[in-house]
């Protein structure tokens, strides 16, 4: 009820609208017990995730590679 609320006062809507209802409906239940294992391993079990999360992997070493390059040099 009280995400529902909030919502409504973000969108400007009613608590009531049908939206609403069917936005907080979705939503998964906050007694859900969430570890940072279980969180990766749903993060990387999607395709396109899983793809952002390499490419940034790669491009984040490769910052850190030059970096130490110029470093050295």
Excluded at 28 to 36: G, S
Excluded at 50 to 73: D, H, K, N, Y
């Amino acid at each position: 009820m009280e995400a529902r609320q909030s919502l409504a006062r973000l969108r400007g809507l009613s608590s009531d609208h049908p939206e609403l209802i069917h936005a907080v409906a979705s939503l998964p239940p906050t007694e859900q017990v969430r570890t940072p294992l279980t969180l990766a391993r749903h993060m990387l079990s999607d395709l396109r995730r899983r793809r952002a999360f390499i490419i940034g992997t790669i491009t984040m070493i490769g910052q850190e590679v030059c970096s130490v390059l110029a470093i050295l040099q």
